[in-house]
């Protein structure tokens, strides 16, 4: 198990996955393209990008008025199906620097959840194929009444590593992702990848995750605790 420093406090990781763990925002795009374009509707990087981040009940529904003719829940499982029988296992689109500071944090006793809107059994067949277990918990958009950016799925997702959402770091690529992270009260961590990252209040930006480490995730948690510069001591 892993502290803060600080403030004595468990520390725990939250991984949004497609974009952030698994570079799969491509294959989500090529299936929501054939889908829509099947019914003989047109589908721009725009309506795409509009979906980035989304939970698939909102994207789905999105893709129901380009003209497809099928429920959501129809729209969700066949984008769901399409973009797993494209994963090919030998060849994960792993983001950089990805799972190898998961590893780490696995290592050093780290609390991690995967938060993720897409459905359990996609997150399931993602994590899977890591080569090692990755996650104390899995938080998938079955499992949550409220999408991000809500902050619902943070909020279970700490909850279901026994971590305060205060002391839990989240990895995300997406405004949508990170909207939810930080409303939650979590430290949201950008990576950027598909869409362009809107700088905020309480949003740290980290380029990649290659070379980042247990110690870069429990600094930002440390740094919390730090009363602000110049502040003056209780007597």
Known sequence: MVEDRGTGARVGVLWDMDGTLVDTEPLWMAAETELVTSFGGVWTREHAMACVGKGLDDSSAIIQAAGVRLG?????RWLTDHVKAHLNPETMPWRTGARELLAA????????????????DMAAHVA???GFEGFDA???GDDVEHAKPHPDPYLRGAAAIGVPIDCCVALEDSNIGLASAIASGACAVAIPWIVPIEQRPGLTI???LAGRGVDDVIALVEARSRPPAGAGVPS
């Open 128 to 130: 899977g194929r890591l």
């Open 72 to 76: 959501i829940d129809e729209i969700t």
């Open 206 to 208: 980290w380029e990649s």
């Open 138 to 140: 899995i938080v998938a």
């Open 105 to 120: 944090l696995r290592e050093a006793g780290v609390p991690t959840a995967l938060v993720t809107m897409s459905l359990r």
